[in-house]
């Protein structure tokens, strides 16, 4: 099994930055893949970034050039820098993790990110 905790969310005004991080504890050595969706009410979850453990990274269109997803295997723990945040970026945010065999998913508990002025 793998547990997340992310941390970083909060309230931002429009055209501001923020940090999320999710640290991973557990069985590590069979993490494939990290990333990172969000969700807002009456909406299916997606994705918005995601890296493997060779360090392809995968972005939403509507986040390309302003959010950057980073994976720290020393610290066993992905980042997510968002800048240029906009009001579309409001949403809980969720770490996910994905283990072999059998692509398991893992899911952190969520992170508001509110971005108003």
């Known amino acids: 099994q793998v547990q997340l905790v992310e941390s970083g969310g909060g309230l931002v005004q429009p055209g501001g930055s923020l940090r999320l991080s999710c640290a991973a504890s557990?069985?590590?050595?069979?993490?494939?893949?990290m990333g990172w969706y969000r969700q807002t009410p009456g909406k299916e979850r997606e994705l918005v970034a995601s890296?493997?453990?060779?360090?392809?990274?995968n972005y939403a269109d509507s986040v390309k050039g302003r959010f950057t997803i980073i994976r720290d295997t020393v610290k066993n723990t992905v980042y997510l820098q968002m800048n240029s945040l906009k009001p579309e970026d409001t949403a809980v945010y969720y770490c996910n993790a994905i283990i072999r065999p059998g692509m398991t998913s893992y899911w952190g508990q969520g992170t508001q990110v509110t971005v108003s002025s």
């Open positions: 557990g069985s590590i050595s069979r993490i494939i893949n």
């Open positions: 890296v493997t453990g060779t360090s392809i990274t």
